[in-house]
């Protein structure tokens, strides 16, 4: 089990664009409720955007600082009159603009400090303020702008079990109790359960959140089996795993909409990898593999409870009719 980012279909956050954005909201929304405005500051918005980046360039930080203070001022101009004007005409239109306000003193604040403003989380993105800045420790990439992704896979034959989105960049030994919750749910077909957890040192202090599970990581040596140890070199495999989610199945990047279009992002990945997955055991093992899978599936999905109570609600010579179809069925497969 490991955890990866899943970013999220965002241009690269600077305080320049982000400013810029807000003042082209800004002046949107106004004039979609009626407001006339002094002063739209196109003109002006639009060069000071480019300014920066070309200060930025050139790493001439303080023209771009008094550059990205005159965007600031800007917004916070646009903001306050349409604030006036709104509150004037009505409380309906004023609710209709809270959103659009909100993000655009939101991002006036931060852009004016480099920590968060009252512990409330920056924003990145206009349209996906559920993306998080999040730090792996990169050389090439030191800051990745997404949300963090649970992967489980098999001891094995490297299958995934799991695959979950969780956001605000928690610490990933609190997220897996709900990476196990995940598993257990997609495994209960098979009627297994994991006993045994192999991750890394991100993992480590969590043994007690999990009481059912064996917690193996490399932080505690002591205690481990001499074949816990020598399994515990299994757990690499994992990371293969993720850079094919990432390279084949589009885990890169994610365009789906909202902290749900990132949960289904990740699990639609997993079912790909997965899928790719069997048809690489049916082409190498050949068709008597999938007729042993079918038949174990069958047999998991259909108990013999399932067939007594099945007997139980039909007439007995229709009963004798559907069981004999579905052991020609069986012998057939």
């Keep these: 089990m490991d955890s990866t980012v899943q970013e999220k279909a965002i241009a690269h956050p600077t305080d320049s664009r982000l400013l810029e954005i807000a003042r082209i909201k800004l002046v949107g929304a106004a ?9 739209t500051f196109a003109k002006e918005g639009e060069q000071l955007s480019r300014q920066a980046g070309r200060f930025a360039h050139a790493r001439q930080f303080k023209r771009m600082r008094r550059a990205i203070k005159r965007q600031r001022t800007i917004v916070g101009r646009l903001a306050r009159e349409i604030d006036r004007k709104a509150s004037v005409i009505g409380q309906a239109v004023r609710e209709a603009l809270d959103e659009v306000l909100g993000k655009a003193q939101r991002i006036g604040a931060q852009s004016a400090q480099r920590k968060a403003v009252n512990s409330q989380p920056k924003l990145y993105a206009w349209h996906a303020p559920e993306v998080d800045c999040i730090s792996k420790g990169k050389a090439r990439r030191p800051y990745e702008f997404g949300v963090k992704v649970g992967i489980a896979s098999t001891f094995n034959g490297n299958l995934i079990v799991g695959a979950r989105a969780f956001h605000r960049n928690p610490y990933d030994g609190h997220t897996l109790s709900s990476q196990l919750e995940q598993a257990t749910i997609l495994m209960q077909d098979c ?20 009481p059912g599970v064996r917690v193996v990581h490399r932080g505690k040596p002591k205690r481990l089996t001499a074949q816990e140890r020598r399994q515990l070199k299994r757990r690499q495999a994992i990371e293969p795993i993720i850079g ?8 890169d990047r994610c ?32 068709v008597p593999f999938l007729r042993a899978l079918f038949l174990r599936l069958v047999k998991g999905t259909m108990p013999r409870w399932f067939w007594l109570a099945f007997a139980a609600s039909r007439p007995v010579e229709r009963l004798n009719d559907s069981l004999g179809v579905r052991k020609k069925w069986l012998l057939a497969a």
Excluded: S
Excluded at 244 to 250: F, G, V, Y
């Design 31 to 39: 004039k979609d409720a009626g407001i006339a405005l002094k002063q």
């Design 191 to 210: 009627a297994a359960a994991p006993e045994t957890v192999f991750v890394d040192l991100g993992y480590r202090g969590v043994d007690a959140d999990n």
């Design 244 to 251: 094919h989610l990432k390279a084949d199945h589009r885990m």
């Design 255 to 286: 365009h789906l909409k909202g902290e749900y279009g990132d949960r289904l992002h990740a699990v639609l990945c997993a079912a790909g990898y997965n899928i790719k997955w069997l048809l690489r055991m049916i082409a190498k093992k050949g």
